[in-house]
């Protein structure tokens, strides 16, 4: 049996060859009454794209330097818009983001929720009018809090961790669950047998549970390991807490801490204690920004803002907009760095 081509879609329906393909691939400027009718036509006759087609049509247009095509818009819904940029996870996505775009032919349009003047309504008439057909979603600035109530059929989209709990789009972030077992069996190899955690629970309902539930399996799985009690505060406030992280090392006393707050090294100096002669530090969120070479575990924050856009790029292309159905996750592995402090 041959392939159904657009050509036998379009005599069928009636309509030109150029309609058909704006409507297989989700465009605007089709009605959505025609794109819903050809789109089940093309169902109901067994088309099925040709693949090597479409690379070499990808191949002729990058040839023939075309314009660039939509552009993505990252969505920066934070009260401090600077604030999610100072996060360092954070603005590695949208750096590794803004990259990748360039290479396939976007630019990232940052639209501020929170500027002046600004409404959620008003970024759905600057997206339209700057023909963006893509979303990136950063993570909460207030986890399990915050929606967005967009008109979401008209993009595709995709989310970075697990914080936005009102869009059930598709998601990616790091393998944090694994990222905490790398960090402790690393220590585990140097030694280390009365492992502390210290954390706050907001960057916990960021993971969706991934930290504490990583370090709590690989605890209990290794009965070597002295159990301790572990340092989780409820507010960022609380982890920027000396007093109240210098009381719990005293208590417990750690041969090794694992942290995302940087600033514990300095605390810890800053009292008479040296690392990592008396106590190692491993840092499951590098890089840090005080100069201090830690030991620990990258996330390749960049290489997920990257390939974010490789997959929008990609839903973007086979016209899947929407929330889905059956939201899929990316997970990208972190990669141990060797450091000083472990």
Same mark, same amino acid.
């Given at each position: ?31 959505e009454?025609?794109r ?6 093309a ?54 983001a ?10 990232? =349009?940052?639209? /501020? ?7 959620? *309504? #008003?970024? %759905? ?6 023909? !963006? ?75 969706? =549970?991934?930290? /504490? ?7 209990? *799985? #290794?009965? %070597? ?6 340092? !989780? ?42 690392i ?13 920004a ?17 390939e974010?856009?490789?997959? /929008? ?30």
């Amino acid at each position: 049996m041959s392939r159904v081509t657009l050509k036998d879609i379009a005599k069928k329906a009636g309509v030109t060859h150029a309609t058909v393909s704006m409507a297989l691939r989700n465009k605007d400027q089709i009605s959505e009454k025609t794109r819903e009718r050809i789109q089940k036509l093309a169902k109901k006759m067994g088309y099925v794209p040709d693949p090597m087609l479409g690379r070499l049509n990808a191949y002729r247009t990058k040839s023939i330097g075309s314009a660039p095509r939509a552009a993505i818009g990252w969505i920066n819904f934070w009260r401090n818009p600077e604030a999610l940029n100072q996060n360092g996870v954070f603005h590695a996505y949208y750096k590794g983001a803004c990259e990748m775009a360039q290479v396939l032919g976007y630019h990232v =349009d940052s639209l /501020l929720l929170h500027e002046k003047g600004m409404t959620l *309504s #008003r970024i %759905e008439s600057i997206m339209h009018s700057r023909n !963006i057909s893509g979303i990136l979603i950063p993570p909460a600035e207030r986890p399990n809090e915050t929606s967005l109530d967009l008109k979401w059929e008209r993009y595709s989209v995709i989310k970075f961790g697990y914080s936005m709990v009102g869009v059930n789009s598709h998601l990616i972030t790091n393998t944090q669950f694994e990222t905490i077992r790398l960090a402790i069996r690393k220590a585990v190899e140097r030694g280390f047998k009365k492992i502390g955690f210290h954390m706050a629970m907001i960057g916990e309902a960021r993971t969706g =549970d991934n930290f /504490l539930g990583g370090y709590l399996r690989e605890l209990y *799985s #290794r009965p %070597e390991l002295k159990k301790i009690e572990p340092l !989780i505060v409820e507010t960022s406030k609380d982890a920027f807490n000396k007093p109240l992280f210098m009381d719990w090392f005293q208590k417990v006393k750690p041969d090794c801490i694992l942290t995302q707050l940087h600033d514990v090294g300095d605390w810890l100096q800053q009292d008479g204690i040296r690392i990592p002669e008396d106590v190692a530090i491993i840092s499951y969120a590098l890089p840090a920004a005080n100069g201090i070479d830690y030991s620990g575990v990258q996330q390749n924050s960049h290489i997920i803002g990257q390939e974010a856009v490789v997959w /929008l790029d990609r839903l973007i292309r086979h016209g899947q907009r929407g929330i889905p159905k059956q939201p899929l996750e990316l997970l990208v592995e972190g990669s141990w760095v060797e450091g000083k402090t472990g």
